[in-house]
C-alpha cells in the first residue's frame, strides 16, 4: 500500500511541477520587454556604428517594438537584419528571463577611405570589405584618390585577390594591401597619409611630413608591398636622419632592390 502512495505523490508532484512549469513560461511569454542591453565592440579608434544608431535603426525599421511581448520578439530575425548592416562584422542576439535581452556586435574596422573619381566615397574594412557610410565618429585613416574609376560598392578584394580574371582588371586588391601593410606598422601608420592612383595605374605615397612624394609603383602581391615598404623604412631610419626632409623632391621605389631619389632643384 504504501509502494502505491509514493508513487501516487511522485506522480502528483511530477504533474504539479509540470503545470507550474507551463504557467511559468506562459507568464514570461506574455512578458512585455525591455529595451535591449546593446554591447559594441569596436577594433580601434574609428567606430562605424553606435549603440544609439543602432537602436534608432532597430526602432525605425520596427524589428522590435517596446514593450512588445517576449512571444513576440523574434530574436532570430532581429539578429538577420543587425548582420546585413554594412557596418556589422558579427552579432548575437538574445533574451533573458524577466523581459530583458541583449545585442551584442562586433563592427568592421576601418583601414582606409577611398575616393573615387565619381564623387561617391567609401571606407574600406580589415578584410578588404568596403563600406558605403557618409561618415565616422572618427576618420584618422589613409586616404586613397586619384584615377578610381571601379566600381566599389559593397566589393570585396579577397575575392578579387583569388580571382585571376579580375586581378587584372582591378586596383582594389592593391588598394588593400597598401593600406592593410601601412596600418599595421605604426612608422609608416605616423609618416603616410595619402596615396594618389596615377592614370597609368602607378601609386604615389604623400607623406604627413616633408614636401617630397614617394613613387610606390604597383602592389600586384604581398611580397612586393613588404619589401618596398621595407626599403622605404630603411631609408626613413638610416638615410633622411643625415640628408634631411627637404633634400629630395621624389624618393622611387619602383626599382626592385634599389631607391632612386631625385634631388630638390636648387630655386626651389
Not at 565592440?41 to 535603426?57: F, P, Q
Not at 578610381?148 to 580571382?163: G, V
Not at 588598394?175 to 592593410?180: E, F, G, L, P, V
Not at 634631411?244 to 634599389?258: A, P, V
Request: proline share 3%; charged share 30%.
Amino acid at each position: 500500500m504504501k509502494k502505491w502512495i509514493k508513487i501516487t505523490l511522485l506522480i502528483s508532484l511530477g504533474l504539479l511541477v509540470s503545470v507550474l512549469w507551463v504557467i511559468a513560461r506562459n507568464v514570461e511569454q506574455r512578458r512585455p520587454m525591455n529595451s535591449p542591453n546593446i554591447l559594441v565592440h569596436v577594433d580601434g579608434a574609428d567606430a562605424l556604428l553606435n549603440k544609439t544608431e543602432l537602436y534608432d535603426r532597430i526602432l525605425k525599421e520596427h524589428w522590435f517594438i517596446p514593450n512588445q511581448s517576449s512571444e513576440s520578439l523574434d530574436v532570430r530575425k532581429i539578429e538577420q537584419e543587425i548582420l546585413k548592416l554594412e557596418e556589422v562584422n558579427k552579432v548575437r542576439v538574445y533574451k533573458n528571463l524577466g523581459g530583458n535581452w541583449k545585442i551584442e556586435v562586433w563592427l568592421r574596422k576601418p583601414i582606409a577611405r577611398i575616393f573615387a573619381k565619381n564623387g561617391k566615397s567609401y571606407y574600406l574594412d580589415s578584410e578588404g570589405v568596403t563600406i558605403t557610410k557618409s561618415h565616422l565618429h572618427t576618420a584618422n585613416l589613409l586616404l586613397f584618390s586619384g584615377e578610381i574609376t571601379e566600381p566599389l560598392f559593397r566589393q570585396d578584394a579577397i575575392k578579387i585577390i583569388n580571382n585571376d580574371s579580375l586581378k587584372n582588371i582591378r586596383k582594389l586588391d592593391e588598394i588593400y594591401r597598401i593600406s592593410n601593410y601601412v596600418c599595421n606598422d605604426p612608422m609608416l601608420c605616423a609618416l603616410i597619409g595619402q596615396v594618389y592612383l596615377e592614370r597609368d595605374g602607378d601609386f604615389v605615397l604623400i607623406p604627413l611630413v616633408g614636401d617630397y612624394k614617394i613613387v610606390f609603383g604597383t602592389a600586384y602581391s604581398e611580397e612586393q608591398v613588404k619589401d618596398k615598404f621595407t626599403r622605404l623604412k630603411i631609408f626613413y631610419k638610416e638615410g633622411l636622419p643625415y640628408e634631411g626632409w627637404n633634400k629630395y623632391s621624389e624618393i622611387n621605389l619602383m626599382y626592385d632592390g634599389q631607391i632612386v631619389c631625385r634631388k630638390r632643384n636648387k630655386i626651389e
